[in-house]
């Protein structure tokens, strides 16, 4: 049976069997930490284990490679569930959302964003960081976005470079631009020299570094003052929503 159908099945039911069927609590943290070093054999360390919003499952946050994860457990132990789980109503993504939640931006490290930010759009005011690859596709789209809100006042964006692996020469463009001061336009023309200073290096692969700790693999990424981010492209309107939603939750 392919192992994600299967992994399925125990999510549907999960969510099918009756509420009086499952008992109040969760398994012990060692527990878990026996039944992952059991199953996976790899150095994963068990931080927490917490009720899920699914009854019956249990939210296991793990530590694997300086990295958080979610996966899920039955309240019995005996069935761990890797992958997202949505909520059918509204096609939430309540995996993400955790992770969102776990991950979220402390102000300390906002201020550490602010150090790794390569380049600044705009200058007033809510601020904004933007993670993105200069060779993304869809970070082309949402940099053109950005650019005329952030020029025009509607916030500032503090632009964070993120060279995806799969991306061949995209951590040489990103150190060019950083070393060459070329900022957004170098980003726009995929600017690339020679130039591969020791400082570039240092700024990209610290960047690098930091978000992926915090659990961002991909790019565009936007990271809100609240600490919260999300990835994929937002037009307009969406994005000055969620800007304003974000700023209101970190004024808070």
Avoid: W
């Avoid at 005011?125 to 690859?133: E, M, N, Q």
């Avoid at 082309?140 to 509607?154: F, V």
């Amino acid at each position: 049976m392919n192992i994600r159908f299967f992994l399925s099945v125990i999510v549907a039911a999960a969510l099918t069997v009756p509420a009086c069927s499952f008992a109040a609590g969760c398994p012990s943290t060692q527990k878990v930490q026996s039944v992952i070093d059991k199953t996976f054999r790899k150095p994963i360390r068990v931080k927490a284990v917490v009720p899920a919003r699914v009854k019956g499952l249990c939210r296991v946050e793990i530590s694997f490679q300086n990295r958080t994860r979610v996966l899920y457990i039955d309240d019995n132990g005996e069935y761990l569930v890797p992958g997202d789980v949505y909520r059918t109503s509204d096609g939430a993504n309540l995996t993400r959302e955790a992770m969102m939640e776990i991950n979220r931006f402390t102000a300390d490290q906002l201020k550490i964003l602010d150090k790794l930010a390569a380049f600044q759009i705009g200058t007033s005011g809510p601020v904004i960081y933007f993670v993105t690859d200069p060779q993304c596709p869809y970070c082309k789209k949402a940099e053109a976005i950005l650019e005329p809100l952030a020029e025009s006042g509607k916030f500032q964006v503090k632009v964070l470079l993120y060279p995806l692996r799969f991306h061949k020469g995209a951590k040489e463009e990103c150190i060019s631009i950083v070393c060459d001061k070329k900022g957004l336009e170098g980003l726009k023309t995929r600017y690339r020299s020679e130039n591969q200073c020791d400082m570039g290096k240092k700024l990209v692969d610290d960047t690098v570094k930091f978000l992926q700790s915090k659990g961002i693999s991909g790019t565009p990424t936007y990271i809100f003052a609240d600490g919260r981010f999300q990835s994929g492209v937002l037009q307009k309107d969406a994005l000055l929503k969620k800007i304003k939603e974000h700023a209101e939750k970190g004024a808070k």
